[in-house]
Nanobody, 123 residues
C-alpha cells in the first residue's frame, strides 16, 4: 500500500484547508483510513478515521465539529476537510491505512503510512 498525502499549507486562524490522501498499490478498496497529526515535541495524535464503506467514522475530541473525513473509493482517495483552523492545529498530518477494524483508533491500529503534509495555522 502506498499513500500520498497532499494539500497542506499555511493559513490564518479561522481559515480552511482540504487534505487529500491518494491510495495506490492495492487491488481493492477494503482499507480503513485515518488521519493522524504530530506537532514538534508531541506524540502522534489521532485526528479522524473512516471505515472502507464509510459507515464507521471517528474524530479526535480536539477536531470534532470542525474537521470532516470522507472518501471516494472510485478515486481511491480520502479527504480531510478542515474548517475554523486554530494555531494548535499546526502539525504534520499523516494518512494511514489498514484492513483491521478500529474503535478508538491509535497509531498501532494502522500498518501503512504515507509521508506527512505540513499544516501551519498562524494567529
Amino acid at each position: 500500500v502506498q499513500l500520498q498525502a497532499s494539500g497542506g499549507g499555511m493559513v490564518q486562524a479561522g481559515g480552511s484547508l482540504r487534505l487529500s490522501c491518494a491510495v495506490s498499490g492495492v487491488t481493492d478498496n477494503g482499507y480503513n483510513m485515518a488521519w493522524f497529526r504530530q506537532a514538534p515535541g508531541k506524540e502522534r495524535e489521532f485526528v479522524a478515521a473512516i471505515s472502507w464503506g464509510a459507515t464507521n467514522l471517528r474524530y479526535g475530541d480536539s477536531v470534532k465539529g470542525r474537521f470532516t473525513i470522507s472518501r471516494v473509493n472510485v478515486r481511491r482517495t480520502v479527504y480531510l476537510q478542515m474548517n475554523n483552523l486554530k494555531p494548535e492545529d499546526t502539525a504534520v498530518y499523516y494518512c494511514a491505512a489498514d484492513k483491521r477494524s478500529f474503535y478508538n483508533p491509535t497509531p498501532a491500529d494502522f500498518g501503512s503510512w504515507g509521508h506527512g503534509t505540513q499544516v501551519t495555522v498562524s494567529s
